[in-house]
């Protein structure tokens, strides 16, 4: 069957550069609106990672399309939307690592209420308490290891890993040559692996369940 | 592939992003290499590692807005209740009124809730317009401050401007007084001299 060269909805829907340029250009609020649905997950999720909280991560999302609408004279159709976004998010991300540090806190360890723990996911059927207790604790470790990693390294980890970014587009947005990108990933892993060492070690003391996989 | 791969080849191969012939290369590679070979286990087992911090799905409609779903609720709880207490009554007529009761409440509730949703993107538009508004003001005061400083220096500039040219005007005035006497002592002495001879004969 021949490849469909468009389809319907793709058609009549635009890209995220041309909703950009409506907001710029005409303050367009429905395709603000738009832009905030398409992409308030992946800036959520970029801020907790990067932050290594939940909460903050919803705050620091809400205050990137904020900026995004008061900059919005700055958006230049030549960049991609995507990378202009990032990079706002990343900047507000790196202001409030700042803060913390300057204010000496610590966030090794997520908040006691059951909302902000980190999510496990059993893969559809409801896992044993003892299964989502090692569950959780293994998530914890990860997010400790990864918020442990240096910023250069961390944002990496978080934009190839996690975002799905290429590392051509990683390279973009950081503003860094691709094979600095890769060896920083090529580092930021054998850290981590390093540090998440007892948690690889540990996993097969429990039965692995049909549907979950073996680290090793 | 006969060296070990760098890091560049680990990182694009263990995230698919090689072409099919390096990809080919550096498989042949780890089925010859046991020390590559391990240490790409060790990579994909920290590479597995990292998934396992999930986050939770984000729900931007029930975090955005609570009370329009809460009056959603409610309306279909009303009616269900309304429904239950009357069929209990089982009569044509009261089941007639129990349907137009039914859809009043319904587009009450529907009313409600395009009020609620529109009273929301109201808001949000003035929070815009504010935060616009407020922009173009500091806009327009950064550009009259410097308009005014530009100003400032360019009537600086013209009266220092102009002070050079009195300056000049001055000296050339003097120049020119100057030059014309001594072209007047010129012309004496000229004359007088050109007298001089006449009167010895």
């Given at each position: 069957m021949a490849k469909k060269l468009f389809t319907w909805p793709a058609l009549f829907s635009s890209t995220d550069e041309q909703a950009m340029w409506r907001v710029r250009t005409d303050d367009d609020a429905d395709a603000f609106a738009r832009l905030v649905a398409r992409w308030q997950g992946p800036i959520q999720n970029l801020c907790t990672r990067m932050t290594g909280d939940t909460h903050r991560g919803e705050d620091l999302a809400q205050e990137t399309f904020a900026r995004l609408y008061a900059k919005?004279?700055?958006?230049?159709?030549?960049?991609?939307f995507s990378t202009f976004l990032w990079r706002m998010a990343l900047n507000i991300c790196y202001d409030e690592l700042r803060k913390i540090k300057r204010r000496g806190e610590f966030f090794l360890h997520e908040h006691d209420d059951s909302d902000d723990a980190p999510a496990f996911?059993?893969?559809g059927d409801e896992p044993a308490p003892d299964d989502r207790l090692a569950a959780s604790e293994r998530a914890e470790a990860v997010r400790e290891a990864l918020v442990e990693l240096a910023e250069p390294y961390r944002v990496v980890v978080v934009l190839r890993?996690?975002?799905?970014?290429k590392f051509r587009e990683i390279a973009d947005v950081l503003g860094i040559p691709e094979g600095t990108v890769k060896s920083r990933m090529f580092e930021a892993l054998a850290q981590l692996n390093k540090r998440l060492n007892p948690l690889l070690t540990d996993e097969p003391r429990t039965a692995p369940r049909p549907r979950e996989k073996l680290l090793i | 592939m006969k060296n070990h791969p760098t890091p560049d080849q680990l990182m694009s191969f263990l995230y698919g992003e090689d072409d099919e012939q390096q990809h080919r290369d550096l498989d042949a590679h780890l089925r010859d290499c046991a020390e590559c070979a391990t240490r790409v286990k060790s990579f994909r087992a920290g590479m597995a590692a990292l998934d396992k911090w999930k986050l939770p799905p984000i729900h931007r409609a029930q975090a955005r807005r609570p009370l329009l779903q809460w009056a959603a609720a409610a309306a279909v709880l009303l009616a269900a209740g309304i429904g239950i207490g009357r069929l209990t009554a089982n009569d044509a007529e009261a089941r007639v009124a129990l349907q137009k009761e039914i859809d009043t409440k319904l587009a009450v509730a529907q009313t409600n809730i395009s009020v609620s949703a529109g009273t929301e993107v109201q808001r949000l538009l003035v929070e815009f317009v504010r935060d616009l508004d407020e922009k173009r003001t500091a806009d327009a005061e950064a550009i009259l401050t410097a308009l005014q400083r530009v100003d400032a220096r360019r009537a600086a500039e013209f009266a220092r401007l102009r002070r050079d040219l009195d300056t000049v005007a001055v000296f050339a005035d003097a120049g020119l007084s100057q030059a014309q006497e001594q072209l007047s002592q010129l012309v004496n002495n000229t004359q007088s001299a050109e007298r001089q001879p006449g009167d010895n004969k």
């Amino acid at each position: 069957m021949a490849k469909k060269l468009f389809t319907w909805p793709a058609l009549f829907s635009s890209t995220d550069e041309q909703a950009m340029w409506r907001v710029r250009t005409d303050d367009d609020a429905d395709a603000f609106a738009r832009l905030v649905a398409r992409w308030q997950g992946p800036i959520q999720n970029l801020c907790t990672r990067m932050t290594g909280d939940t909460h903050r991560g919803e705050d620091l999302a809400q205050e990137t399309f904020a900026r995004l609408y008061a900059k919005r004279k700055n958006y230049e159709p030549t960049a991609r939307f995507s990378t202009f976004l990032w990079r706002m998010a990343l900047n507000i991300c790196y202001d409030e690592l700042r803060k913390i540090k300057r204010r000496g806190e610590f966030f090794l360890h997520e908040h006691d209420d059951s909302d902000d723990a980190p999510a496990f996911d059993p893969g559809g059927d409801e896992p044993a308490p003892d299964d989502r207790l090692a569950a959780s604790e293994r998530a914890e470790a990860v997010r400790e290891a990864l918020v442990e990693l240096a910023e250069p390294y961390r944002v990496v980890v978080v934009l190839r890993h996690y975002e799905g970014l290429k590392f051509r587009e990683i390279a973009d947005v950081l503003g860094i040559p691709e094979g600095t990108v890769k060896s920083r990933m090529f580092e930021a892993l054998a850290q981590l692996n390093k540090r998440l060492n007892p948690l690889l070690t540990d996993e097969p003391r429990t039965a692995p369940r049909p549907r979950e996989k073996l680290l090793i | 592939m006969k060296n070990h791969p760098t890091p560049d080849q680990l990182m694009s191969f263990l995230y698919g992003e090689d072409d099919e012939q390096q990809h080919r290369d550096l498989d042949a590679h780890l089925r010859d290499c046991a020390e590559c070979a391990t240490r790409v286990k060790s990579f994909r087992a920290g590479m597995a590692a990292l998934d396992k911090w999930k986050l939770p799905p984000i729900h931007r409609a029930q975090a955005r807005r609570p009370l329009l779903q809460w009056a959603a609720a409610a309306a279909v709880l009303l009616a269900a209740g309304i429904g239950i207490g009357r069929l209990t009554a089982n009569d044509a007529e009261a089941r007639v009124a129990l349907q137009k009761e039914i859809d009043t409440k319904l587009a009450v509730a529907q009313t409600n809730i395009s009020v609620s949703a529109g009273t929301e993107v109201q808001r949000l538009l003035v929070e815009f317009v504010r935060d616009l508004d407020e922009k173009r003001t500091a806009d327009a005061e950064a550009i009259l401050t410097a308009l005014q400083r530009v100003d400032a220096r360019r009537a600086a500039e013209f009266a220092r401007l102009r002070r050079d040219l009195d300056t000049v005007a001055v000296f050339a005035d003097a120049g020119l007084s100057q030059a014309q006497e001594q072209l007047s002592q010129l012309v004496n002495n000229t004359q007088s001299a050109e007298r001089q001879p006449g009167d010895n004969k």
